[in-house]
C-alpha cells in the first residue's frame, strides 16, 4: 500500500528557499511522483513531477529555473528544493502519486490522475 509522508513548508522571505520532502512507501512498479499547491479558493496546481522508471523531471512554467525535484532512491524520499521564492509561491503544497506506465502524462499534472496524496506542507513567502 502507497504512503506519503510530507514535511518541511515554513515560513521564508521572497528571494529565500525551502525544501519540501515527502518519504514515500509501498511502490511496487513505475510511478509519477508530483507536487501540487494549493491557495484558498484556486485550483490545485502542478509545479513538478518525476517519473520512477527514468528518473525524467517536469516543470509547471511558473517555476522552470527556480525549483528542483528529485528522488532519493536509498530511502524513497523526493525532495522539492525552492529557491528564489516569491510571494505568488505561497501556498500548501502536496505530494502525490500515481501509478503509471505512462511517462508523458507525468508533464500533465493532472490531479484527478493521482491516486495517493500526502498531507498538505504550508509554505509562506513575505515580500
Known amino acids: 500500500r502507497v504512503q506519503l509522508v510530507g514535511s518541511g513548508g515554513g515560513s521564508v522571505q521572497e528571494g529565500g528557499s525551502l525544501t519540501l520532502s515527502c518519504s514515500a512507501s509501498?511502490?511496487?512498479?513505475?510511478?509519477?511522483l508530483a507536487w501540487f499547491r494549493q491557495v484558498p479558493g484556486k485550483e490545485r496546481e502542478g509545479v513538478a513531477s518525476?517519473?520512477?522508471?527514468?528518473?525524467?523531471?517536469y516543470f509547471a512554467d511558473s517555476v522552470k529555473g527556480r525549483f528542483a525535484i528529485s528522488k532519493d532512491n536509498a530511502d524513497n524520499t523526493i525532495y522539492l528544493q525552492m529557491n528564489n521564492l516569491k510571494p505568488e509561491d505561497s501556498a500548501t503544497y502536496y505530494c502525490?502519486?500515481?501509478?503509471?506506465?505512462?511517462?508523458?502524462?507525468?508533464?500533465?499534472?493532472?490531479?484527478?490522475?493521482?491516486?495517493?496524496w500526502g498531507a498538505g506542507n504550508p509554505v509562506t513567502v513575505s515580500g
Open positions: 518525476i517519473y520512477t522508471g527514468s528518473s525524467k523531471t
Open positions: 502525490a502519486a500515481a501509478a503509471t506506465y505512462n511517462e508523458p502524462w507525468c508533464s500533465t499534472f493532472d490531479p484527478r490522475g493521482m491516486s495517493h
Open positions: 509501498g511502490f511496487t512498479i513505475a510511478y509519477c
